[in-house]
């Protein structure tokens, strides 16, 4: 495994991010993460990209794992405000066309990205993403915006063990835990930026916008979903992947919220096989 680590000057912000390398030929795909993960939660799928010669590169959000983590002076934690922070990293990495893979709360910003953009998708993938507005955010999550409670939570690093464990369904092994903590132990300003993301969400005028741009989304696109999902239900998506012709849905029976944690391979299957396929 050959992942190397990076980083590009977003204004007067550092966005770092991980990175494979593959066939030039091929549209690089990129990979944004949800909460309250950052880009290592992708280690696994890049590998897996990296041996099927597929570019592949997975930033950490403003805010999250080792970039930077602005007050709320300085950056509006607003899907608006990452809509606009990921077009100046995809002008920057020089990525005019790509595929898309998006997992998770926060993750849905991609989804605004490529239906705003749509010229610039290859293909788009999704994982257990809320797509909705049926979609509520879970109370571990919600209680990370709350005044003073929030605060505190998002200052315990324990919070990210249990919430992404919860949401996974499966132990994660100490050393991966390890990382995915790390940036909450170097400094307070990681969990004062996942709190400002969680009271930004803008969760159900976000979700109008996907629900209304999903309906006429022509390009084509694969639903992975982890259907043991605790926060986020599957009939929904069920009856959008019926309605549409473009859209496949693979269904992972045990998977839940984080299907890339424990699930990897079976994604990368059928992941691969969907970008390598020609366009309809």
């Not at 993960?37 to 590998?47: N, P």
């Not at 944690?261 to 691969?272: D, L, R, T």
Request: charged share 25%; net charge negative.
């Amino acid at each position: 495994m050959s992942i190397k680590e990076n980083s590009i000057a977003i204004d007067s912000l550092e966005l770092f991010y991980r990175e494979v390398a593959g066939e030039i030929d091929k549209p690089p795909v990129l990979l944004i993460h949800g909460l309250p993960a950052h880009s290592y939660t992708w280690r696994l799928l890049l590998s897996e990209l990296e041996a099927a010669n597929f570019r592949a590169i997975a930033p950490d959000l403003i805010g999250f794992g080792n970039s930077s983590k602005p007050s709320k002076r300085e950056f509006g934690y607003s899907p608006e405000d990452y809509i606009k922070s990921l077009a100046a990293a995809i002008a920057a990495l020089e990525i005019p066309q790509f595929s898309l893979i998006v997992q998770g709360f926060l993750g849905s910003v991609g989804l605004q990205y490529a239906l705003r953009y749509p010229e610039q998708i290859e293909k788009l993938i999704i994982l257990n993403t809320p797509l909705n507005s049926g979609v509520k955010l879970p109370w571990t999550m919600q209680q990370w915006g709350l005044p003073l409670v929030g605060e505190m939570l998002t200052q315990d690093p324990l919070q990210i063990d249990r919430s992404l464990e919860k949401g996974s369904g499966f132990v994660i092994e100490d050393k991966d835990l390890d990382y995915h903590r790390k940036p909450f132990l170097k400094t307070s300003s990681a969990g004062r930026s996942l709190m400002c993301a969680v009271r930004n969400l803008q969760l159900s005028r976000v979700m109008a916008e996907l629900e209304s741009g999903l309906m006429n989304w022509s390009k084509q696109t694969l639903i992975i979903w982890g259907m043991q999902d605790p926060w986020l239900e599957a009939t929904e998506v069920e009856k959008l992947a019926a309605s549409k012709a473009n859209l496949e849905l693979v269904k992972l029976e045990e998977a839940k919220h984080y299907p890339q944690e424990h699930f990897s391979g079976e994604i990368a299957k059928s992941a691969i096989n969907f970008l390598r396929r020609k366009n309809l």
